[in-house]
């Protein structure tokens, strides 16, 4: 059974830090392309970062452009996004997701067969 779990969410105040995890269990990480997304309330689920299976690039929204870093532990199986100097616009709840074909695509959930349960991301003072 394919399954995600993300962990690592909570409340922290703008210029803060997090990191988000997401550990996948029933497939091998490092064969899919992993995508981390986020909904805000009230808004649609927006593409944050990717990490390509093919040759390890990483992809980010040029809202957290700098800011943001993703990565892969293949040992855990298991996708990370640190995310540093937080605003409270970052707000949302953040989701890993996997993508078999077609490599990394943050414009679009098309193509993300497998996504995982969400951790809330709250950035205020």
């Known amino acids: 059974q394919v399954q995600f779990v993300e962990s690592g969410g909570g409340l922290v105040q703008p210029g803060g830090s997090l990191r988000l995890s997401c550990a996948a269990s029933?497939?091998?990480?490092?064969?899919?392309?992993i995508g981390w997304f986020r909904q805000a309330p009230g808004k649609g689920r927006e593409g944050v970062s990717c990490f390509s299976s093919s040759d390890g690039s990483t992809y980010y929204a040029d809202s957290v452009k700098g800011r943001f870093t993703i990565s892969r532990d293949n040992a855990k199986n298991t996708v990370y996004l640190q995310m540093s100097s937080l605003k409270p616009e970052d707000t949302a709840v953040y989701y890993c997701?996997?993508?078999?074909?077609?490599?990394?695509?943050?414009?679009?959930?098309?193509?993300?067969?497998?996504w995982g349960q969400g951790t809330q991301v709250t950035v205020s003072s």
């Open positions: 997701a996997a993508r078999r074909y077609g490599g990394c695509v943050l414009t679009s959930t098309a193509g993300y067969d497998y």
């Open positions: 029933g497939f091998t990480l490092r064969y899919l392309n």
